[in-house]
C-alpha cells in the first residue's frame, strides 16, 4: 500500500497513484556520493544552528551539491509530467531536525497570508515538493515524514486538537526510508515530521517547484554570480527570464530542457 514509483518520466500507474495518494516515494535516486556531498553540505550551512527545527532557504547558492539537486533527473521528469513544461522552483529549504528532538505539527503547505484551500476545492497543485532524505529514517522516530494518503482531496480539515499529536488517523502512513530517497508529494496533503530520537540530527532537502506565476518564497532575487554558473536549464527551472509585459498571455518562455 506504498506509493512506489521509479525514477524517470511519470507513467500513467504513477499519475494514476500521484492522485489517489498525493505523493509518490522514489527510493535510490541519490547515489552514495550525492548523498555523502549533499548532507555534509547541509552540515555546513546550519554549522550554526540552535533551533530544533529550522528549514533555511536558498542554500543551494552558496552549496554546489544542493544545487545539483534543483534539476535532477530523477525529479524534473515527474515535475514535467504534472505541470507540463512551464514551471519554477519556487524555493529550497534545507531543513534539520535535532537529535532528541520534536516539533510534531500537521499541516498543509501553502500560503498563510491567504490558504491554497480558499482557492478552489479540491487544493489545487500550487506547491509540489520534492523532499531528498539525507539521513537514514528506515525506522519511525527518526524524523520521518509522516502523511494522510488522499487528504489532499478531503473538503474536511484534520481536526485542531489532532495537529500536535504523533498519531492522529489509523490511515496515516508514516514514510520509513533509507537515505537517498526522493518523497513527491502535494501541498494539499497533510504532513508532519515525526519526532527524531536517534543521537543525530536529521537533514532532508526540499525543492518546492509552483506555476511560474508564483512569487519566490525563499528569495526576491536570485544572486547573479551564482546563476552565471548553473546550466541553461537549471537557470530557466529557477526563472532566470526577463518578466513579459503580461505574464498571464503565454510569455512566460519553454524551459532548454537538456533531454
Known amino acids: 500500500m506504498i506509493p512506489l514509483a521509479q525514477p524517470g518520466p ?3 500507474d504513477e499519475r494514476f497513484m500521484f492522485e489517489c495518494y ?4 522514489i527510493e535510490d535516486v541519490l547515489t552514495q556520493t550525492e548523498i555523502d556531498e549533499a548532507l ?3 552540515q555546513r550551512v546550519h554549522a550554526e544552528t540552535t533551533e530544533v527545527f529550522s528549514p533555511l532557504g536558498n542554500t543551494y547558492e552558496k552549496e554546489p551539491a544542493l544545487a545539483r539537486l534543483i534539476d535532477h533527473p530523477s525529479v524534473i521528469p515527474k515535475v514535467r509530467g504534472l505541470y507540463g513544461d512551464k514551471f519554477v522552483m519556487q524555493s529550497g529549504w534545507c531543513a534539520r531536525l535535532a537529535a532528541n528532538g520534536s516539533i510534531v505539527g500537521w499541516h498543509q503547505d501553502g500560503s498563510g497570508a491567504y490558504g491554497f484551500e480558499k482557492v478552489a476545492h479540491p487544493v489545487p497543485l500550487l506547491q509540489l515538493r520534492a ?3 539525507l539521513t537514514d529514517q528506515s525506522r519511525e522516530n527518526m524524523g520521518n515524514m509522516m502523511l494522510i494518503p488522499g487528504s489532499h482531496r478531503c473538503p474536511y480539515p484534520l481536526p485542531q486538537d489532532k495537529r500536535r499529536e504523533v498519531e492522529v488517523s489509523p490511515i496515516q502512513h508514516n514514510v520509513l526510508c533509507k537515505a537517498g530517497t526522493m518523497l513527491l508529494f502535494h501541498n494539499g496533503v497533510w504532513h508532519s515530521p515525526m519526532p527524531n530520537d536517534e543521537d543525530f540530527d536529521r537533514y532532508n532537502m526540499h525543492y518546492i517547484y509552483s506555476p511560474p506565476w508564483m512569487r519566490r518564497a525563499d528569495r526576491f532575487v536570485s544572486d547573479t554570480a551564482f546563476m552565471a554558473e548553473q546550466s541553461p536549464q537549471r537557470r530557466a527551472v529557477m526563472g532566470d527570464y526577463e518578466r513579459p509585459d503580461a505574464p498571464f498571455a503565454g510569455g512566460v518562455p519553454e524551459i532548454p530542457f537538456e533531454d
Do not use: K, V, W
Not at 498525493?22 to 516515494?25: D, E, P, Q, S
Open 10 to 12: 511519470m507513467t500513467e
Open 22 to 25: 498525493g505523493y509518490l516515494i
Open 131 to 133: 523532499s531528498f532524505s
Open 40 to 42: 555534509a553540505a547541509s
